[in-house]
T-cell receptor, first 114, second 113 residues
């Protein structure tokens, strides 16, 4: 079965430091990949997506992600974190041929210290 | 363009009752999906509607149902509520069922006492 793994439940970084959130997927073919962010009490906001083509994708709020087929990974990065980036981040995959539109990872909660 | 709206935002019910949640998609979007988010199970797909027809369904009991109207607005219903149904219910819309890019609403927080 297709799955998404976010190995880090909680990450703390200092404001201004770089950030990398990990995401690994298990799927037979190349799925569509997404990163969403959720602030407390809010819905999910799409940060970026990968369907095909250039493996480095740019998103909103200064985020980027790199698709690595050989590692089945789609890690999210930001060169300099701002305090407002504190939130929960979800990696998601949209596999074809299943009933589930989006399969989400368990999320990584990001805390930013000043 | 207005985003996805969900009503109500908060709801408190007791066990055994039923509840109806509403979702209005982004204008022009015809596909609506529902997700349940809980601390224990995370985000789980409930079902998807397109053109008033359920296209996909997740692994939830029959107590969870939904429908979509001709204007693409959608409702989901949970009957005979259980404590475990307490969750944030998120609605997402997309242009159509072939569009994997979904836009989420703020959710309805359901508490079952």
């Amino acid at each position: 079965a297709q799955s998404v793994t976010q190995p880090d439940i909680h990450i703390t970084v200092s404001e201004g430091a770089s950030l990398e959130l990990r995401c690994n997927y298990s799927y037979g073919a190349t799925p569509y990949l997404f990163w969403y962010v959720q602030s407390p009490g809010q819905g999910l906001q799409l940060l970026l997506k990968y369907f095909s083509g250039d493996t480095l994708v740019q998103g909103i709020k200064g985020f980027e992600a790199e698709f690595k087929r050989s590692q089945s990974s789609f890690n999210l990065r930001k060169p300099s974190v701002h305090w407002s980036d504190a939130a929960e981040y979800f990696c998601a995959v949209a596999p074809t041929g299943t009933a589930s539109k989006l399969t989400f990872g368990t999320g990584t909660r990001l805390q930013v210290t000043l | 363009k207005a985003g996805v709206t969900q009503t109500p935002r908060y709801l408190i019910k007791t066990r055994g009752q039923q509840v109806t949640l509403s979702c209005s998609p982004i204008s022009g979007h015809r596909s609506v999906s529902w997700y349940q988010q809980t601390p224990g199970q995370g985000l789980q797909f409930l079902f998807e509607y397109f053109s008033e027809t359920q296209r996909n369904k997740g692994n939830f009991p029959g107590r969870f149902s939904g429908r979509q109207f001709s204007n693409s607005r959608s409702e989901m219903n949970v009957s005979t509520l259980e404590l475990g149904d307490s969750a944030l219910y998120l609605c997402a819309s997309s242009l159509d069922y072939r569009d994997y890019e979904q836009f989420f609403g703020p959710g309805t927080r359901l508490t079952v006492l």
